[in-house]
């Protein structure tokens, strides 16, 4: 009879355990680019991606080996691959979907632990299926491949090209194809990559399978044939494997599946040219990708507005007309005036976690002394957009670099440090340590002012805005906070001298802008001083995510209480047809 010639080479068995291995952690880095924009890319959500791929690996390992003992069969393993394959290739365009489906019924049926449900859910029907198929390969090949022969340079081999394919698809979405092409044709290209070799598998199997006849008396309902070889070596020529005879029915399925298969890849390859994060905003002008962020910018007719994810407000903003923005943007300004700009004249700003320069840009068109303004932003990216959208001054210096070890590595002293490194949920917790703070002090002149934008509001008892304020606290001997009107956000002042609130107050008359003294007269009469109650988040315990989720839950709750109630009147679909307008 004559055999899949793919099915007894070598190189060939071997180049699938490698992109075997290759596809699994590009979804995986994947996965977390594509749950970001909604869910955050925190620990947490980390956590339950790792956690949920490495129970479908497992299970797929079990099912691999049971399958390989019960139907040795390398066609079957091919079309569970080239399903697998079809199915990555549909995430871009499908994920997001279900993603926002997901969403809108956690929103309407619970109420905590929405991120943390949000991304298990998510994980559990998009990736954990083809993941699991791909948990397959490596213990089916290895039992086709030696049938009852143990041989451990084979199974070493075939570990090996697993391990070092997951090494390379661990490197290559990070640094090279989701800042270049995205995260949409990362996972078409890992898609498209274990399709192939399937697909070449199958076009051997049909072309060789046409006119087979059963060999030396067998009869054609003997599922197996056996080709013993020399298996000394994983470099001889070929390996025993154990290949089933196509029935007619089981060829049937074959093409079948196949077909279906490669028309769910051609699906895919023409539909991620159409998918979008937020596809539902019009207002999108523009969306990129980083090795840190997805990027977005989005335009109406006062203003033009930066994100880095769908879910969780914007990160910065200008107005069009150059006004102040109304958000807490403006009350950063404030610190400069607590840092004694109108006395000093000059003032030195560094701002870590600098986004599209909002603040920056704010300083020098309103502040009437000279502002020495550097920011530090770890994405260069959204350092061009900084100059490209957001008219971020050409004097204002930018540095590329991770806020803390930017600081330090730097030497110099700054009358102002404003901290505004927290994007909703992801609070980089080497930002918000005792052992951070302290260094930050150190850059400060004696009478330097430290400011921060939280921007999770919480009344929760041990929130986040509890743990972070007591830790600067611990600190710096005077801190305030204010919280602006009908928003998330406050903001915390502190500093070693005890005269904040009055050098504000005494320059309220001196500032000429109606708007901007009105900001800073509010700001004045609103500050409130804070009391430690002794939490301290530290570089070895610094519990943020977990807190950071839990003021996630409570703001969320709060904002959903309209739709659970229009739910419960209208029900589901009377839901659905109030978000659709």
Known sequence: MKKNPLAH????????????????????????????????????????????????????????????????????????????????????FLGRYVIALISVVLALFVTHGLLIWGSFLTCLFLFVPPLLALGMVTPCLIKYSMGEKASGKVVGALEALNTIGSIIGTFIPTFITIPTIGTGFSFLLFGLLVFLVSAAYFLAFFYKGKGQKPENGEKEENPVISEQKDCKTPSDAKIEVLVSKPKKKRTIGYIIGASISSLAVIAGCVLT????????????????????????????SNAIYFSTNVMFGVQSMIKKDGSLTGLYYDDSLGAT?????????????????????????????????????????????????????????????????DGRSFLDADKNTYDVIMVDAYSGISVPFQMASTEFFT????HLVPDGVLTLNMNMVSDKKGSINEALSDTIASIFPYVYTYVRGNTTNKELYASVASDMPAKLENALPKISDASLRYEMNNLSSNLAPYTDTGIRLTDDKANVEQLSADAVDEIIGSELVEYRRIYEEKGFWGFIQYLLG
Do not use: H
């Open 9 to 92: 080479n070598r190189l060939f068995l071997y180049l699938t355990e490698f992109l075997a291995g290759m596809c699994v952690m590009g979804v995986e880095i994947g996965a977390s680019r594509l749950l970001a924009p909604y869910f955050s890319s925190s620990q947490i959500v980390w956590t339950i991606i790792i956690g949920t791929i490495m129970v479908a690996m497992a299970i797929g390992n079990f099912l691999g080996g049971k399958l390989a003992d019960k139907n040795p069969d390398v066609t079957k393993l091919y079309l569970f691959i080239m399903i697998a394959a079809a199915w990555i290739c549909l995430l871009p």
């Open 273 to 300: 040219n159409f998918s979008s994060f937020d596809f539902w905003d019009k207002t999108i002008i523009y969306q990129d990708e980083s090795e840190y962020n997805y990027l977005q910018v989005k335009e109406d």
């Open 337 to 401: 005036y607590m840092a004694d700009g109108y006395k000093k004249g000059a003032l030195k700003m560094l701002i870590l976690g600098m986004g599209t320069g909002t603040v920056a840009t704010l300083s020098k068109s309103y502040l009437p002394f000279a502002m020495d303004i550097s920011g530090v932003e770890i994405d260069q990216k959204i350092i061009d957009l900084s100059r490209e959208y957001f008219r971020l001054p050409s004097d204002v210096d930018v540095y590329c670099d």
């Open 439 to 442: 260094s930050v002090k150190k």
